[in-house]
């Protein structure tokens, strides 16, 4: 859970340093792009060790990276991360409802497509 003073912080941390001029839609986008494709750096290469424990410290820090600036972008383009995280997951629980999506990993449109089958 990001905490409002969280929020704060990294807001606080770019206007100390009067970055905010810099950050515009565009080049936020791009690097939180960067740095999640950092995050997906750390599990290249790793084989069969899907979940990297030996790397917990790489994937806390770049995930920091990725999470301060989602609230950097959110921030340049008014956008109230806390409401759209809700919005977005009324949205999925719409489009993955538990009874067709549990234990699946299918896309919505093939869950949909399967309902569809099941009634015929």
Known sequence: MITQETTDKV???RDDRN???FHN???L???LTLEAAELLEVFQWSGADLECREKTDKIREEL???V???ILLADACGLDLDEIVQAKMNRNAEKYPVSLAYGRS???TELAKNKEKSHL
Do not use: R
Request: glycine content about 0%.
């Open 11 to 13: 807001l606080s941390f």
């Open 19 to 21: 970055w905010k001029q």
């Open 25 to 27: 839609p565009k080049d």
């Open 29 to 31: 986008a791009i690097s």
């Open 64 to 66: 920091a990276d990725v």
């Open 68 to 70: 301060s600036y989602s």
């Open 106 to 108: 299918d896309k919505y």
